[in-house]
């Protein structure tokens, strides 16, 4: 094959819900299909369950299942597809963001009867910002829910999306008779036998035919007419081209658990996914198909086993191939490295591959070079952009509690905000450190890794922080910024790229300076330039 065919047949995305949605279930059969795996069940489930905080074991027990879930990639009717894991617990939102930078098309699961919940809310923001396509799984049409024109109501609503169903439900719940695919133009019945893998599908170019009343009686035949009527006096038809501007969003309902809906999803999917897209770096945009080897890591994950202290760092290729045991140039530290050991991950198992291609995945063993954001390059300059820090959620002080471990505390604390456990502040003015996390259960996996991987001890103090707001670098030589400087000294720190942060302290606060200062610019996230 080709390096330009290799790069078509890529697929590169995540699927991203809110707990419970049915992530898991949609994947494990997404895998069926591709022959990866060849029953259910085999996908574990890696959601961080809910267990008392102080079993931080159990946390990274549970989070280490999640390395061999991170990428699941699979062969399809010749498409190579990768699917990404996102985490839906909200404590690790910052690694589904991350892993948002590295995907290149995203797949919403909705619970039919939950409807639009608040960590899709989130992730789906993330998504519009960077234009990602968007392709919406409404699922557990096996159960009662809502109408299915409500919930496209509430997609546009919530989601800020424009869509446009492609498969349109017949009944719901226990009337439920299967869907109308508008996409290919046939009816498939719903049994509701789990087991069978094949539905029944029957092609119906023409729903006026009065076939149609035989097959599925004629109430729920009239009710599909007028739907559909609906459906296409009042959604615009599908446009591939502004689904892959991010503009508009293809619908498709189904039941993942029954395996129902999951096979014409798939099929769409790989006809109008997106293939491996260019990427922006600071310097240039960089497209799939050049000759030289870029990629950046987006993820990187620490051993389990406290004897082997490496860590996995996940490379996203942008452009060109990867190649074992030839040299990249790491641009942060202007080093050459080689790699003996490429993993990439299949559904089961991982393997050492001597070439990756752009969308693909690499896992490399990292003794500390590595932190996320770096670029590796064939000996270009470039730096990879978007990959945001957004204000932590809860802020405490970091204390060594043991001073003769001092320098290992340092080291440590600097590898475990390398990985992006969590965010660390330095306070101007007494150098004091301060850690910020998304969920307040990083604190003890902190304090334990601390103590487990680097021999150091930690403790925490309060500190009340109600948001963290970057500044912007324009006119800071003013004297109403330097007057801001003085008066909230008290308040201000630097992130680890030396950016600096306001740390305030309520919402009230935060207005009231913004009011006082306002040519002082705060921003939401790091990336704001
Ligand atoms: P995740 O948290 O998004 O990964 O959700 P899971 O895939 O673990 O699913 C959550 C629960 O919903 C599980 O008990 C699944 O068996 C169930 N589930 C998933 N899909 C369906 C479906 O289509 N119909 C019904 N009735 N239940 C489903």
Redesign the pocket.
């Known amino acids: 094959m080709t390096f330009k065919q290799e790069i078509e047949r890529r697929r590169t995305f995540g699927i991203i ?12 059969k997404l895998l069926l299909f591709g022959g990866a795996i060849q029953e259910a069940g085999a996908v574990k ?1 890696n ?1 961080i369950k809910k267990t008392a905080t102080s079993d931080f074991m159990e946390i990274e027990r549970q989070r280490g299942i999640s390395v061999a879930t991170s990428v699941l990639a699979f062969n399809y009717k010749g498409k190579k597809i990768n699917i990404l894991d996102t985490p ?1 617990h909200k404590d690790f939102a910052e690694d589904t963001f991350r892993t948002l930078t590295a995907v290149d098309s995203v797949i919403v ?1 909705i619970d039919v009867a939950k409807g639009v919940e608040e960590q899709t809310v989130k992730l789906v923001e993330v998504c519009r910002m960077r234009k990602i396509p968007i392709l919406v799984f409404i ?5 009662e829910g809502q109408d299915a024109f409500d919930l496209l109501d509430e997609l546009e609503q919530k989601l800020g999306l424009s869509v446009t169903p492609l498969s349109f439900p017949i009944g719901m719940g226990y009337d439920f008779k299967g869907i109308y695919n508008i996409f290919e133009k046939n009816i498939n019945l719903f049994s509701g036998d789990s087991k069978k893998n094949i539905e029944e599908t029957i092609a119906f170019d023409d729903v006026t035919n009065p076939e149609l009343d035989k097959i599925i009686g004629s109430k729920a035949a009239t009710e599909l007419r007028e739907n559909l009527e609906l459906v296409w006096g009042v959604y615009p038809s599908f446009d591939k081209e502004l689904y892959l501007k991010g503009e508009q969003q293809p619908v498709f309902f ?5 395996n ?1 809906g999951v096979r014409e999803l798939l099929d769409c999917f790989i006809q109008i996914a997106p293939t491996p897209r260019s990427k922006n770096a600071e310097e240039r945009l960089v497209a799939a198909n050049e000759k030289e080897m870029t990629g950046f890591v987006f993820k990187i994950h620490a051993n389990m086993d406290p004897k082997h202290r490496d860590r996995l760092a996940f490379i996203k290729i942008v452009s060109g191939t990867f190649e074992r045991n030839k040299p990249y140039l790491h641009v942060r530290n202007g080093k050459n490295l080689k790699f003996s050991s490429p993993n990439a991950f299949f559904a089961e198992k991982k393997e050492i591959v001597d070439i990756s291609y752009p969308g693909d995945i690499v896992g490399l063993h990292d003794t500390g070079n590595f932190k996320i954001g770096d670029t590796l390059t064939e000996g270009e300059s470039l730096h990879y952009k978007g990959i945001p820090s957004f204000s932590p959620e809860h802020f405490r002080y970091i204390n060594n509690a043991d001073p003769m471990k001092s320098k290992q505390l340092n080291k440590g604390i600097d590898q475990l905000m390398d990985e992006g456990v969590a965010q660390l502040f330095t306070l101007e003015l007494n150098g004091r450190k301060v850690i910020g996390t998304v969920g307040a259960l990083q604190f003890e996996v902190i304090q334990y890794r601390l103590e487990h991987e680097y021999g150091a001890k930690c403790s925490y103090e309060n500190f009340n922080v109600h948001k963290a707001c970057w500044v912007g670098t324009e006119n800071r030589k003013t004297d109403e910024f330097k007057e801001f400087e003085r008066v909230k000294q008290k308040f201000l720190a630097k992130d680890k790229k030396g950016q600096l942060v306001f740390l305030a302290d309520s919402q009230f606060s935060l207005q009231m300076t913004q009011q006082k200062y306002p040519s002082v610019k705060f921003h939401f996230t790091s990336e704001f330039e």
């Open positions: 819900s809110h707990p419970d949605a049915g992530k898991t279930t949609l994947t494990e489930n959601k839906g699961v699922n557990k049409m096996d159960r189904g039941s993942a658990l029954n129902f």
